[in-house]
């Protein structure tokens, strides 16, 4: 495990070194910190909603009412105002409306599924983001040190020629070459280290965090990975190819619930009377069986139907594009992924042998057989090979966890 400071203390300050976050740790302070993540959330919420807004049409209604009506009293000759109060309980229950309360509360449970699956591919995408970002900042503090062993290098061989231009045995001209690689190198660490600023803020507006002092890369150097087979074999398990699925469920149900436009509503309708004047005054109760038939509705219910039926067809095309996209996704990364792997592995041996190399030409520099050109281009080279190596590591990292979150999977 690589562990990164990116804050050292000042002079002189005690107290112990910051704990290193890992990726893991990241990832949990980003769902937190997620915007998008908490709208997702409250779609859940929504839907629940109108599962309870569904359930409580099947249920029966009951309401108070009062009523306090005045009206011309004459009679004969006389001129009064005669005034009727009525205090009544009334119910009614729906029995029939062509399920379309059933379908409603059925589209309301599958609009949650889909929510939430929505949800779970949300924080997916999110873990590849923080993912990305970190795995950037190691690289850019990765290949900062790279450069900075460089740069020690330099100074040395810069100390090592002086010493041998006292004795004749070097020319000013090669002290003057190799500050010339010494400046190049200064000024590369300074574009690198904006870099590292660029990407430590990313990951601190990811996590929400004021201030990140320290990453640790706990994942193992070379990550094991299934056959191609086996993961196209789980793209239907990912989050949003399942919530298209539960889409077309709700659309499937909303042309139910248009449909019902062509059925009769059947209900059944009572009151029950606490205070009552006039004619009916011994009257405490009455009921009435209600049938409504639609005739004609200027082809509302029609236009309605077909809207809806629209609506499922586009579900279920959403639904082969998702599955399509899973798939081509799945094999973008892992023919990437495939060839990261081998890049770097080939990177591993070049650094190896530029390594060798260069102890070789100081070696023989120092018994004058190359000259100090010859060593400042091997230097370079072994430079190259230690930063190409770099970000192929991270780059496989980065791809490994494409992959899975491609397949929908993360931590």
């Known amino acids: 495990m690589s562990i990164i400071f990116l804050t050292v203390p000042a002079a002189g300050e005690e107290g112990t070194s910051p704990k290193a976050m890992t990726l893991a740790d990241c990832y949990a302070l980003a769902l937190k910190q997620s915007e998008k993540v908490a709208i997702q959330q409250e779609l859940i919420t929504e839907a629940e909603a109108r599962f309870g ?14 009523s306090d009506k005045r009206q011309d009293g004459r009679s004969g000759s006389a001129f009064t105002l005669k005034e009727i109060s009525e205090r009544r309980f009334e119910f009614t229950q729906t029995l029939f409306h062509g399920f379309k309360e059933i379908a409603a509360m059925r589209a309301s449970r599958f609009e949650k599924e889909q929510r939430t699956h929505e949800k779970a591919r949300a924080e997916q995408i999110l873990f590849l983001d923080v993912a990305n970002a970190f795995y950037l900042l190691l690289e850019q503090q990765k290949d900062l040190n790279a450069l900075r062993m460089t740069q020690r290098a330099l100074v040395e061989r810069i100390r090592e020629l002086k010493g041998r231009e006292k004795l004749g045995r070097s020319r000013p001209s090669e002290v003057a070459s190799a500050k010339a690689k010494l400046s190049r190198i200064e000024a590369e660490i300074q574009l690198v280290h904006s870099r590292k600023v660029t990407a430590k803020q990313l990951l601190e507006f990811l996590t929400g965090l004021e201030r990140i002092e320290a990453v640790a890369d706990s994942e193992p150097e070379h990550m ?18 399942r919530a298209a699925q539960e889409a ?20 059944l309708e009572g009151n029950y009377y606490v205070e009552r004047e006039g004619a009916a005054e011994g009257v405490d109760w009455d ?3 209600t049938v409504d038939l639609p005739i004609f509705e200027g082809g509302q219910t029609r236009g309605a139907v077909k809207e809806a039926s629209a609506r499922e067809r586009q579900a279920k095309l959403r639904l082969q594009e998702a599955r399509r996209t899973a798939s081509l996704d799945i094999r973008d990364v892992y023919a990437r992924l495939q ?13 190896r042998a530029t390594e060798e190399d260069y102890t070789l030409q100081v070696e023989d520099y120092r018994l004058s057989l190359v000259n100090n050109l010859d060593v ?34 993360t931590l």
Do not use: C, N
């Not at 359930?55 to 029966?60: E, K």
């Not at 792997?341 to 990177?347: E, K, N, P």
């Open 339 to 351: 060839a990261a792997i081998a890049r770097q592995t080939a990177l591993e041996k070049a650094l």
């Open 287 to 289: 009921a009435a069986f």
């Open 53 to 66: 807004k569904a359930f409580g049409a099947v249920l029966p209604d009951a309401t108070f009412h009062s």
């Open 224 to 241: 094991k990975f299934d056959s191609e087979g086996t993961y196209l074999g789980r793209a239907d398990g990912r989050a949003d190819v």
């Open 376 to 409: 400042l281009e091997t230097l370079e080279d072994l430079q190259d090979a230690r930063r190409d190596l770099i970000r192929a590591q991270y780059e496989t990292k980065r791809l490994y966890w494409e992959l899975k979150t491609a397949i929908g999977e």
């Open 248 to 267: 077309i469920h709700v659309a499937e149900k909303q042309v139910t619930i248009a449909r019902a436009g062509y059925f009769p509503k059947l209900a």
